[in-house]
Structures are given as structure tokens and as C-alpha cells.
């Protein structure tokens, strides 16, 4: 399963494009659309626009990656829209270690998804910009009223 196109606006409406490395709200450098800048990088001159699209996508690539080999049971595309931002917002050790996810993989979709919810805070703080996303995350999780179908199960 791939990102679909409006899991990937969600996360460029949230991360925003910035040229140069500025620090994120839990302290992280980054830049383009929400990359964590690497201690082996360096973006001293700025990027563009398409340089910040080619680090996109390849962060998504990780993002589906660890949404695939982590998550045991079926989803639907809005299901993994969401996760995939969620991993890709916050990590993928993250997502191992949640409540939602041992929640999904007992299949237990409504709280999992509920569980995007309490992920709001960076530093201990929480804030209106992390519950928006999060929110956001939880109308593409409820957008496919059906549950998917056990032949639709994720790889892992």
C-alpha cells in the first residue's frame, strides 16, 4: 500500500515548506517539508522546492515502510494515510511502542484510531498545532466507515 495524494497533502498543509534548517517544535533541525536533518547533512545553502520534494518522498518511502512491517491486520487506504503521517510525524519507534497500535493489531480499529488523539504534545506541551494534525489524521482513519477486508491485510 502507498501513501495516497491526500495523505500526502496532509502532511505538506502540516510540515509547510521552509528552505532553510530551522528548529521543530520538539528542538529537532529541519527543513524542506518536515525532514529531520541528518548529523552527516548539510543544507547551508538552502533547498528548493523540488530538492524538498525528492527528501519528502523518500521519508514517506521509510514511513510506509514501517507502517507495513508494524501494522499485523488489514487496512484501508484512509487507515493507512493516517498512520503513515503519524510515523512520519513522530517515528516509527513511536508508533511500535503505542497503545494504538497494540489497539490495531488486536483489531481494535474505532480505539486505535481514537488513540491518534492523545498525541498531541512535543516537550512535555501540548500543542494546537499537534491536535489539529491529529484530528486531521482521525477524519482520513474514520473516512472508510467499513473496515477492510481480511484479504486487504498488511505485509508483515
Known amino acids: 500500500m502507498e501513501l495516497s ?5 496532509l502532511i505538506k498543509r502540516f510540515e509547510g515548506f521552509r528552505s532553510e534548517v530551522y528548529r521543530d517544535v520538539a528542538g529537532f533541525p529541519t527543513i524542506g517539508y518536515g525532514h529531520r536533518v541528518e548529523p552527516e ?12 520534494t525528492a527528501l519528502l518522498e523518500n521519508d514517506v518511502r521509510q514511513a510506509e ?18 498512520l503513515v503521517d503519524f510515523c512520519f510525524n513522530l517515528g516509527a519507534g513511536r ?13 481494535c480499529y474505532q ?4 488513540q491518534l488523539l492523545a498525541w498531541d504534545h512535543a516537550g512535555g506541551r501540548q500543542y494546537a498545532a499537534l491536535k489539529q494534525r491529529r484530528e486531521a ?3 482520513l482513519w ?15
Open 41 to 52: 547533512q548539510s543544507f547551508a545553502a538552502g533547498i528548493d522546492e523540488a530538492q524538498a
Open 5 to 9: 495524494a491526500a495523505g500526502l497533502e
Open 95 to 107: 508508533l511500535a511502542q503505542s497503545g494504538l497500535l497494540r489497539q490495531l493489531n488486536a483489531g
Open 142 to 156: 474514520s473516512a472508510g466507515v467499513d473496515e477492510p477486508a481480511p484479504a486487504a491485510a498488511a505485509q508483515g
Open 137 to 139: 489524521e482521525l477524519l
Open 65 to 82: 515502510q514501517a507502517v507495513s512491517m508494524q501494522v499485523k491486520v488489514a487496512l484501508n487506504q484512509g487507515q493507512f494515510d493516517a
Open 111 to 114: 480505539e486505535a484510531g481514537r
